[in-house]
């Protein structure tokens, strides 16, 4: 089975190393390829938004399940999946990726403090990178015009960090236009990889509960937890209706 059907969004039935694989092979072949990392957040979101799920479903070569959630919504609906594939984990090896192979990369999003930290980090730990954009999530203009001037660059890979659905409307744009990147919607991966924000630590990622400690570290994510049991809810109605 190549893909998982989870309340509507196709997941990718691959574990780590064959998202490696595939997307190495996309890369030197500079194929367009937009890769969307998807937790339970934006499965709900996509329910209620028909926009946003078609860009899930029409515009996208890759999803990946970031958020143990997926996983076990897979496996309760009997079509298991191999492992949880992080954004952020994806994002950092394609970024020693881009270091080794001298890649042209485009990044945006984010605060402009937590850019500019991400630029410094690049400068002093991954000068094989030819950082060809750098821009905050603060822009004025449409997406249509950012789309267009991260075309300009012309980027082997691009990173936006704009919080969904957002980022996914701009990559949906260049995928449209196709770009020859790869391209991917990170999150909050900018403020972890600039060291503004820490990451769970490893004994939470490995009982799969850093959800609860970005709950801990951050109170005010507790409206956006409640997504979380609606999300089980609705899987469990989806399995009783097939």
């Known amino acids: 089975m190549d893909k998982v059907n989870v309340l509507g969004v196709n997941f990718d039935n691959k574990n780590f190393k064959q998202f490696q694989e595939a997307f190495l092979k996309r890369i030197d072949h500079h194929q367009s390829t937009f890769v969307v990392t998807a937790n339970p957040e934006i499965v709900m979101a996509a329910n209620e938004n028909p926009l946003f799920m078609k860009i899930l479903k029409e515009d996208t070569d890759y999803i990946t399940a970031d958020g143990i959630g997926i996983i076990k919504a897979a496996k309760i609906l009997k079509t298991p999946l191999p492992e949880r594939v992080t954004g952020y984990d994806l ?14 990369v485009y990044l945006i999003g984010a605060k402009p403090q937590v850019i500019h930290a991400v630029q410094e980090k690049v400068a002093h ?18 997406l249509e015009m950012v789309a267009r001037r991260i075309r ?13 659905p957002k980022q996914e409307q701009l ?50 994510r507790i409206g956006r937890m409640m997504v979380l049991p609606k999300f089980v809810i609705k899987v469990k109605k989806s399995k009783r209706g097939k």
Do not use: C
């Not at 950092?92 to 270091?99: N, V």
């Not at 730990?125 to 004025?140: H, M, Q, R, T």
């Not at 300009?152 to 704009?162: H, N, S, T």
């Not at 949906?172 to 919607?185: C, D, H, Q, T, Y």
């Open 171 to 220: 990559l949906s744009i260049l995928r449209k236009e196709n770009v020859p990147a790869l391209m991917m919607g990170v999150g909050g991966s900018f403020d972890v990889f600039s060291g503004m924000s820490k990451r769970a630590p490893q004994i939470f990622q490995n009982l799969h509960l850093e959800w609860f400690y970005r709950l801990l570290k951050e109170p005010s």
């Open 152 to 164: 300009r660059a012309k980027p082997d890979l691009v990173f936006a960090a704009l919080g969904f």
């Open 91 to 104: 994002f950092t090896w394609l970024m020693k990726l881009a270091d080794e192979k001298g890649l042209r």
């Open 125 to 142: 730990s991954y000068s094989g990178i030819n950082l060809v954009g750098a821009e905050d999530g603060y822009f004025k203009e449409d």
